[in-house]
């Protein structure tokens, strides 16, 4: 099962963006109960757990990205959210999203943050 990541950019130190992920047909039957997360992968680096949410939409992040990022889910659109804030060029990477424990990774979005 792959999840498919879309609204990455260029964006300046400081800025906002908001990244999105679609759930594909196979599991929105069990979109719901599912716990998501958005992950990323700076260059370099390892891939990395940026944020969680679980069915009951209990939130948890990084400690790098506390106060700035936000993770949200629409169960009935069957999507996952990453509203960023403030951002830093050190959030720099491709960002995926992916069940908690991760399956199949999907295609990723790129963020690029200038300074």
């Known amino acids: 099962v792959q999840l498919q990541a879309s609204g990455g950019g260029l964006v300046q130190a400081g800025g906002s963006l908001r990244l999105s992920c679609a759930a594909p047909?196979?599991?929105?039957?069990?979109?719901?109960?599912?716990?998501l997360g958005w992950y990323r992968q700076a260059p370099g680096k390892q891939r990395e757990l940026v944020a969680t949410?679980?069915?009951?939409?209990?939130?948890d992040y990084a400690d790098s990205v506390k106060g700035r990022f936000t993770i949200s889910r629409d169960n009935s659109q069957k999507k996952v959210f990453l509203q960023m804030k403030s951002l830093e060029p050190e959030d720099t990477a491709v960002y995926y999203c992916?069940?908690?424990?991760?399956?199949?990774w999907g295609q990723g979005t790129l963020v690029t943050v200038s300074s």
């Open positions: 949410i679980t069915s009951a939409r209990t939130t």
């Open positions: 047909r196979s599991i929105t039957s069990v979109f719901s109960p599912l716990t």
């Open positions: 992916n069940m908690n424990p991760p399956g199949q």
